[in-house]
């Protein structure tokens, strides 16, 4: 098995490469490509990490999502950018920025190597907890997120919700109501709308078995969710659908529908089961994969919501 | 021991090795955007789908087994189809 | 037979990385559009003989999502060198 160090040697230095080209390139484009690459290599390690429920997310939401939201960025910049002329940030500015990243990043490097062996965790006791709350899943990291640690992961879709509202806040006071401006403007090629018509079901249907699946095999509602988000996208992007109006009733109630189901189920814990967000053990697995049903909606509604931006008055 | 199917599998991921050297070399070699582009797709795609071929008696279970041959088939679709958007968009002369 | 899958993988990675400093470094941005090609064929590859050698479960699935996200990924970028480069403004 001494095969294995150096693939591992070989997957950190091109991780490592690619960040330092993103870092450094001189343009938008090719510092969002890398930034693209970049994510999907660390989808990599996270799997020779055995963590192929963090891989999916990175791939998905820290590749997939943030790529588009960086370059739907910079589209509108780009149309901003003939307008004022760019300021540069200094160099000292630069300087001190890159120190600031090196300190940050060698104080974890120094945490990590300082751990004592074997490192502290809350591993055993969640693994426990999940067990014991009767949660009956197969895939640890679900019954966690949904029962260990539930608040937690209810309390960051109300922040996503958050997010989406603080993003609609930042258009102009006369297009409340209306649609995010539509992602791409021409008519698109003939293959890129094949590409999603053919894509678009097939990934809707993978994305709704990741979200099935998490309940004994890695995958889960994010990942679900996120993946379903990026069909939505890319349904937009080929002009096959437009961004809804922000103030239509559909789009509310599934952006909502998420954390009010987590809520709803946990205030029902305190009364049928004696806690706030306990489960009867009996019926653990079916609440959770409920609430996860809706939590993958809420999901689905809030990124591309995110990416589409806020609403923008058009000449319709 | 090494059974039929690990000579089978053996065979597949050499094969999709190899493809994908080809392509690499393609990539590094060939004289135009298009033809880099070409060299690419298609090479790595070959490759891609043998390693999965090779992969299949491996899986554990049908499902797996499956789902290494969809993937196979949407990097093929996904693939083609955005090989002729960069290529419209090399014929454009975006630079 | 797991040497002789990491061994694939290796070999796959270094290619990956070649073609992804040939691309990143060498060229202009629609040849850039091409590393996500090249990661989304070789790195799912090199992704599958890994967690084959190593025994992660579910690497299916994270196959699969990584090629959807290319392909996103790839229509995004070409709907940007289209404003960038193209008639029309965003």
């Known amino acids: 098995m001494s095969l294995l160090p150096i693939l591992d040697v070989v997957l950190a230095s091109l991780v490592i490469g690619v960040a330092i080209f993103t870092i450094s390139a001189r343009e938008l484009f090719a510092s969002v490509v890398g930034y693209v690459a970049y994510g999907l290599l660390l ?10 429920d963090v891989a999916l997310t990175e791939a998905a939401v820290g590749s997939g999502v943030t790529g588009v939201l960086l370059i739907t960025a910079g589209k509108r910049l780009g149309a901003l950018k003939n307008a004022a002329p760019e300021a540069q940030p200094g160099f000292a500015f630069k300087l001190l920025t890159a120190v600031l990243a090196a300190l940050v990043a060698s104080a974890l490097g120094a945490v990590i190597l300082m751990l004592p062996d074997p490192p502290p965790s809350l591993a055993p006791e969640a693994a426990a907890a999940a067990d014991g709350a009767g949660a009956g899943l197969g895939n640890p990291i679900t019954a966690v997120l ?41 008519k698109p090629y003939a293959p890129m709308v094949f590409l999603a018509q053919m894509l678009a079901p097939v990934g809707a249907l993978i994305a709704i078995h990741i979200f099935w ?32 109006r922000i103030d239509s009733q559909w789009l509310r109630l599934a952006l909502v529908a998420g954390p009010a189901v987590f809520l709803i189920s946990g205030l029902a814990g305190a009364v049928v089961a004696g806690a706030f967000f306990a489960y009867p053990p009996s019926l653990a697995k079916p609440i959770i994969l ?18 589409a931006g806020p609403p923008s008055e058009r000449p319709d | 021991m090494i059974t039929l199917l690990d000579l089978f599998s053996i065979a597949a991921i050499s094969a999709g090795t190899f493809f994908f050297f080809a392509g690499t070399v393609g990539l590094l070699r060939f004289p135009d ?16 789908g043998l390693v999965a071929l ?34 419209r968009a090399l014929r454009r002369g975006r630079k | 037979m797991n040497d002789l899958l990491l ?14 400093a040939r691309i990143l470094l060498g060229s202009n941005d629609v040849e850039r559009l091409m590393a996500i090609q090249l990661l989304g064929t070789g790195g799912i590859a090199a992704l599958l003989l890994i967690a084959y050698a190593t025994n992660v479960p579910g690497v299916e699935d994270v196959a699969l999502g990584l090629a959807l996200l290319a392909a996103l990924a790839t229509i995004a970028f070409i709907n940007l060198l289209d404003v960038d480069q193209g008639d029309a403004e965003a």
């Open chain 1, 43 to 52: 989808a990599f390690v996270w799997i020779r990490l055995y963590a192929p």
């Open chain 1, 146 to 186: 949904m029962s260990y640690r539930s608040l937690d992961t209810m309390l960051e879709k109300i922040v996503l919700i958050l997010a989406v509202v603080g993003v609609w806040s930042v258009g102009a006071d006369k297009a409340w109501g209306k649609a995010p401006a539509p992602l791409r403007q021409q």
């Open chain 1, 213 to 244: 699946t998490g309940a004994n095999a890695p995958g889960g509602a994010f990942q679900g969710g996120a993946l379903l988000a990026a069909m939505w996208m890319v349904t937009m992007m080929a002009r096959l659908a437009d961004p809804p």
């Open chain 1, 290 to 307: 409920f609430i996860e049903a809706f939590m993958v909606l809420s999901i689905a509604a809030a990124l591309p919501m995110l990416v």
């Open chain 2, 33 to 48: 955007s298009l033809t880099r582009l070409h060299a690419l797709t298609k090479a790595d795609n070959l490759g891609l």
């Open chain 2, 54 to 87: 090779g992969l299949i008696p491996r899986a554990d279970g049908a499902l797996s087994a499956l789902k290494l041959i969809v993937i196979w088939v949407l990097v093929l679709l996904s693939g083609g189809s955005t090989s002729q958007l960069i290529g």
């Open chain 3, 7 to 20: 061994a694939a993988a290796g070999l796959i990675v270094l290619m990956v990385a070649i073609g992804l």
